[in-house]
Nanobody
C-alpha cells in the first residue's frame, strides 16, 4: 500500500492550499480516509476524515469551517482544501487509510494501518 501526499508549501496567513493524497495497492473505495498533522514537538493530531462513499465527513474543531475533505474514488485520491490558513496550521500533514467509519471517528492515529509520508505546510504570519 502506498499513500502519496502532495501539495504542501509555504503560504501566508489567510491563504488557501489544497493537499492531495494518491493511493495505490488497496481497494480505495473500501477504505475510509483521514488527514492528520504533526507540528514540531507535538503529537500527531486528527484533522479530518471522510467515509468510503464520501457522504460522511468529520473535522477537528480547530479546522471546522476552514478545511474541506473530499475524495475521488475514480482517481483513488483524497483531498484536503485548506482556507483561511493560520500560523497554527503549520505542520506536516499525513493522509491515512483504514476500514470502518468508527475507526476514523476514534480520531486515533494508532488505529489506522496505512500512512503516507507527509507533506509540509508552513504558514507565515
Amino acid at each position: 500500500v502506498q499513500l502519496q501526499a502532495s501539495g504542501g508549501g509555504l503560504v501566508q496567513a489567510g491563504d488557501s492550499l489544497t493537499l492531495s493524497c494518491a493511493a495505490s495497492g488497496l481497494t480505495f473505495s473500501l477504505h475510509e480516509m483521514g488527514w492528520f498533522r504533526q507540528a514540531p514537538g507535538t503529537e500527531r493530531e486528527f484533522v479530518a476524515a471522510i467515509s468510503r462513499s464520501g457522504r460522511n465527513t468529520e473535522y477537528a474543531d480547530s479546522v471546522k469551517g476552514r478545511f474541506t475533505i473530499s475524495r475521488d474514488n475514480a482517481k483513488n485520491t483524497v483531498f484536503l482544501q485548506m482556507a483561511s490558513l493560520k500560523s497554527e496550521d503549520t505542520a506536516v500533514y499525513y493522509c491515512a487509510a483504514g476500514r470502518g467509519w468508527s475507526t476514523l471517528l476514534s480520531r486515533s492515529a494508532s488505529d489506522l494501518p496505512f500512512w503516507g509520508q507527509g507533506t509540509l505546510v508552513t504558514v507565515s504570519s
